[in-house]
């Protein structure tokens, strides 16, 4: 059974920084692309970036690019999400999920409990 624990939102000012940790187990992170999403309050969920279970190709929502950085440890099996220059409309419940980055969706369907980025001065 896919499981995931993320962890490490926070409140943050604009212009911080915050690093999101997503422990995953059933299953190695290296069998599937695995990517970050999140959810605004009244939002659908929005994937915000993946990295490949190939070659570790990584991808980013637009308004991410630049901020945002997705890395994967395989021998821990959890992916990470570097996040700065926050700003307000980057708050949200951020998951972490396999990812089909073609729809920007979970594919799996299994969601963990989230972690929860606030960013507010």
């Known amino acids: 059974q896919l499981q995931f624990v993320e962890s490490g939102g926070g409140l943050v000012q604009p212009g911080g920084s915050l690093r999101l940790s997503c422990a995953a187990s059933g299953f190695t992170l290296d069998y599937y692309a695995i990517g970050w999403l999140r959810q605004a309050p009244g939002k659908e969920h929005e994937g915000v970036s993946c990295?490949?279970?190939?070659?570790?190709?990584?991808y980013y929502l637009d308004s991410v690019k630049g901020r945002f950085t997705i890395s994967r440890d395989n021998a821990k099996n959890t992916v990470y999400l570097q996040m700065n220059s926050l700003k307000p409309e980057d708050a949200a419940v951020y998951y972490c999920a396999p990812i089909n980055w073609n729809t920007r969706t979970n594919r799996e369907g299994a969601w963990g409990q989230g972690t929860l980025v606030t960013v507010s001065s």
């Open positions: 990295i490949s279970s190939s070659d570790g190709s990584t």
